[in-house]
């Protein structure tokens, strides 16, 4: 059973939606990582948490460490949102465990 | 503008040969790290160092050597003795000394083929 569990595995939606990126883990940590990879392959970090609740622009990223769950949430989808978002814990000793990611199309 | 450039791009190599790829960044950062990615898997830690002159292996360290000469460069080295080299790879710093202090940084990624 992989650490780091997230879904949908894949999503498509229509410019405007609400957009949730859920991701589950098993062990007991000390911070998560959201990560955005482009087509191109080049990823971009879009929140580091550690506990309660961080937005930027459109983006907002919650975590409830008692759950071991965090979500990605994204406002008014636009087709540039389109990516792979990518959830990675850190487990101690410099060692991140990366999700499989979430393949997000949006529709115009 | 500062950030992490990787190169080469695209590269493709025969069996048995060693190839070095590169990556830079002047972001100051103290932490650099090498992750593999593979086609449905997550990303894999290969080495990663924190200082300079001093490096640690991550989980798949066989058949990949780094240095950390200087504080703005850390070159992976894929070796011929690297069974599976043909890989996405992707280099990162992080402000601060580590992935649980702050933000991580990638580069564009180096996409290699063994032939």
């Known amino acids: 059973k992989n650490e780091v569990e997230q879904s949908p595995q894949n999503l498509t939606a229509q410019e405007g939606e609400f957009i949730t990126i859920n991701c589950s883990y098993s062990?007991?940590?000390?911070?998560l990582h959201w990560l955005q990879q482009h087509p191109g392959g080049g990823i971009v970090s879009l929140f580091m948490?550690?506990?309660g609740k961080k937005k930027h622009g459109r983006l907002i990223a919650t975590i409830n460490i008692q759950e071991k769950h965090s979500s990605l949430h994204i406002t008014a989808s636009h087709p540039r949102d389109s990516a792979v978002y990518i959830c990675?814990?850190?487990?101690?000793?410099?060692?991140?465990?990366f999700g499989t990611g979430t393949r997000l199309t949006i529709i115009p | 503008d500062g950030g992490i450039t990787q190169s080469p791009k695209y590269l493709f190599r025969k069996e048995g040969q060693n190839v070095t790829l590169s990556c830079e960044q002047n972001?100051?950062?103290?932490?650099m790290y090498w992750y593999r990615q593979d086609p449905g898997q997550g990303l894999r830690l290969i080495y990663y160092?924190?200082?300079?002159?001093?490096?640690q292996k991550g989980d798949i360290a066989e058949g990949y050597s780094v240095s950390r000469e200087k504080k703005e460069s850390f070159p992976l080295t894929v070796t011929s003795a690297q069974k599976n080299p043909t890989a996405f790879y992707l280099c990162?710093?992080?402000?601060?000394?580590?992935?649980?202090?702050?933000?991580?940084?990638f580069g564009e990624g180096s996409r290699l083929t063994v032939l």
């Open positions: 990162a710093s992080s402000i601060g000394r580590g992935v649980a202090s702050g933000e991580l940084f």
């Open positions: 948490l550690s506990s």
């Open positions: 062990v007991g940590i000390s911070a």
């Open positions: 160092s924190q200082i300079v002159n001093d490096f």
């Open positions: 972001l100051n950062h103290d932490a």
């Open positions: 990675a814990v850190y487990l101690g000793n410099e060692k991140l465990t």
